[in-house]
């Protein structure tokens, strides 16, 4: 029987150009587990493993019936506590506030019919990973959304969010949400980067304007 890829079922979901765009997201179903501080640290890739074996054994699951599905790109969502940090804008992401500050959900995209008590029964029985306990669901609409391809070092990153910056303001709009990192090519601690492609996306709204008329 054949599984649903779910990045060919959502191709789009999974594409971006490499010059600037908006895109509208809708809402979308994770596992995934939540971590704090800077990204490269042994709880980050602990945390990464564990969120990409657990989908492994939740595909066994499914696996040989109308349900079975192939899922593998890991997703990352970024984000400050706005109220220490005060507002970080798309194009000084990483730059402005010490990493140590940063929140993070590490993700992968799961079927809307996967149920929670499947979820909750692989966290119970995945004991060879510590974090394993920690996995959820997650479901979230990002909505509006500008998006770029970004290819190569994650640390080019630091040159091409200001491109997606220029390109929201130029376009009316202001950072709404978590940054967004899709990781069309996976990628390990150690491994050579710059073969790497990944999804730069960012929830926007537009920006209110504010018109001033001379009494007469």
């Known amino acids: 029987m054949n599984s649903i890829d779910l990045q060919q079922k959502y191709s789009s979901y999974y594409i971006a150009g490499e010059s600037p765009e908006v895109v509208d997201i809708a809402q979308v179903s994770y596992v995934s587990i ?27 699951k499914y696996g040989g019936t109308e349900q079975a599905f192939i899922s593998q790109v ?3 969502f970024y984000w ?34 996967i149920p ?4 909750r029964e692989i966290a119970r029985s995945s004991a060879e990973n510590p974090f394993s306990r920690d996995v959820e669901r997650f479901t979230y609409t990002a909505g509006k959304c500008v998006q770029l391809l970004h290819a190569g070092l994650l640390a080019g990153e630091l040159e091409t969010l200001p491109l997606l910056q220029q390109f929201a303001t130029e376009n009316g709009f202001r950072k709404s949400g978590m940054h967004h990192e899709i990781h069309v090519v996976n990628f390990e601690k150690g491994q050579s980067q710059a073969h790497l492609r990944t999804i730069l ?16």
């Not at 970080?88 to 940063?102: A, K, M, N, R, S």
């Open 34 to 60: 939540l971590g704090e501080g800077s990204p490269g640290t042994a709880a980050f890739y602990g945390k990464k493993k564990a969120i990409k074996d657990f989908v492994s054994r939740l595909q066994e």
């Open 74 to 76: 890991v997703e990352i």
């Open 80 to 113: 400050y506590d706005e109220e220490q940090t005060g507002f970080v804008d798309i194009g000084e992401f990483y730059t402005t506030v010490d990493l140590d500050q940063l929140h993070y959900r590490i993700a992968i995209r799961i079927p809307e019919y």
């Open 116 to 119: 929670d008590k499947a979820i």
């Open 201 to 216: 996306r960012d929830p926007v709204v537009a920006i209110k304007q504010t018109y001033f008329f001379n009494q007469i």
